[in-house]
């Protein structure tokens, strides 16, 4: 007797498939853990290892001057707060010397006037202090004024200096004839000599007014009761008009003596800011820590030279000579807001927008499976129902008829898999119910044509 069809095998190849795709999810779930522990052991390793020391040769300028004797305090202050850099600092003659090594590889840092000229390479690391123009003599001179100064013996720095460059600036904008100033080059401890033993009429020095030879130069002339004076250089804010790195600043009343006020008088002068330098290629961790230290320990940088107290973050709402380095970079803008912080509100928005669409996708899927269950539901009612007939049946014909029921009907079960209306879940269900079915045909065909034969 022919039978329909039983396709069998579908359902067991589904069966199959679902074990095989536990066991892939379970592979799956391990390699992922194996890897979570692996990276958390690495990072545990990393986080602990041994970092060795970054030594950075610092370029300060000449012996005993203020950024030399600040960058060799600031080398002790690094040694004891950071476990990472290590400062080497070294005597040089000015800032001109201090760029042609630094571009030369030799240095790795230096501190240079803010008016030096530097190539691309050069990045900013922090303001340290403000150098000033000034102009020292004594009341036999009889130099009142900048224009006093022709005819008169002056001392000025040495030859190629950036303080030599600087006195020019003076005389030329105030028209001082190159041979009307009896002008002698040379160092600066030498010209504090002559000048306090009268041999020189006045000197022109660029220094921060704490700076150490300075001030003992003025105790010097204390003690042996030579009254020297500043001089005024009053057109500063004109110098800066022609020079953009000066500016024009005050030179307080009493600074170098509040007995005898020296000045007697707030007084005018440009001024030229020292900055510290770097190359681009220098470590970035290095240089934020660096400038972390500068800053987060400047107290007892401070309370070791007085003039650290000057050091400050550069002002780049004024535009900057000379681009900040990437590492000093990430110190200063570490209390600057996130680009979550200054978007705080339209991000929320975005927030809200994602999670009313996603509770409506969310809401969607739930739909669309409650109708691939509910579809699953009404085919495995069907089996039933058929399983039902096949009980009552009473001829051959009838078993038959049920059966093509049945491939029929796993034949739209199978095309509903296939364009996702159920589920490989609900699928498998069907099966085993599709199979019981099977079988309840076959062992009612078999009843009837025993009763046949009987």
Do not use: C
Not at 70 to 87: F, G, H, I, P, T
Not at 92 to 118: A, C, K, W
Not at 131 to 144: A, E, G, L
Not at 410 to 429: C, H, I, K, N, P
């Amino acid at each position: 007797m022919q039978e329909g069809p039983e396709p069998t095998p579908i359902t067991v190849r589904r069966a199959n498939t679902g074990s095989s795709v536990s066991r892939s999810r379970w592979t799956l779930f391990l390699i992922a853990l194996i890897a979570i522990a692996a990276v958390a052991i690495g990072g545990y390793f990393y986080i602990n290892r041994d970092v060795p020391l970054i030594h950075l040769k610092v370029g300060a300028g000449p012996f005993r001057s203020d950024s030399y004797e600040l960058m060799k305090e600031a080398a002790d202050v690094v040694e004891r707060q950071s476990d990472v850099v290590r400062l080497d600092v070294v005597a040089t003659r000015d800032s001109s010397q201090n760029i042609s090594l630094l571009n030369d590889g030799e240095l790795d840092l230096v501190t240079i006037r803010s008016d030096t000229p530097v190539i691309s390479n050069i990045r900013l690391v922090a303001d340290l202090f403000p150098d000033y123009f000034q102009i020292i003599t004594n009341p036999r001179s009889q130099i009142f004024g900048v224009s006093d100064l022709v005819g008169k013996k002056v001392a000025i720095p040495p030859f190629g200096t950036d303080e030599f460059r600087s006195f020019w600036i003076i005389a030329d904008h105030y028209d001082l004839p190159i041979t009307g100033v009896k002008w002698i080059a040379m160092p600066f401890q030498e010209a504090t000599s002559d000048l306090l033993a009268h041999e020189i009429d006045a000197l022109f020095t660029v220094r921060s007014l704490r700076d150490r030879l300075l001030l003992d130069l003025f105790a010097d002339a204390k003690l042996k009761q030579i009254p020297i004076r500043l001089i005024e250089i009053d057109q500063a804010e004109a110098i800066a008009l022609k020079w953009p790195f000066l500016f024009s600043a005050s030179i307080p009343k009493g600074t170098y003596g509040g007995n005898q006020a020296t000045p007697i008088r707030p007084q005018i002068t440009p001024a030229v800011t020292r900055v510290l330098v770097t190359r681009r290629d220098i470590d970035p961790v290095a240089i934020a820590e660096l400038t972390r230290v500068l800053f987060e320990h400047r107290l007892d940088l401070t309370i070791r030279f007085a003039l650290a107290s000057a050091v400050r973050q550069p002002d780049d709402s004024k535009g900057l000579n000379v681009p900040l380095h990437e590492g000093a970079a990430q110190f200063y803008d570490r209390n600057e807001p996130h680009f979550i912080q200054e978007n705080a509100e339209p991000l929320a928005l975005m927030v809200a927008l994602i999670a009313l669409i996603s509770s409506g996708v969310f809401a969607l899927r739930s739909s669309f499976v409650n109708r691939q269950k509910n579809r699953v539901d009404t085919y495995n009612y069907a089996l039933l129902d058929i399983a039902e007939k096949a009980r009552n049946a009473t001829t051959t014909d009838n078993i038959r008829q049920l059966k093509a029921e049945m491939v029929a009907l796993l034949d739209t079960t199978v095309r509903a898999l296939d364009t996702d209306e159920v589920t490989e879940e609900g699928f498998q269900s069907f099966s085993l119910l599709w199979d019981s079915v099977r079988k309840v045909l076959n062992e009612r065909l078999a009843e009837i044509e025993q009763a046949k034969t009987n």
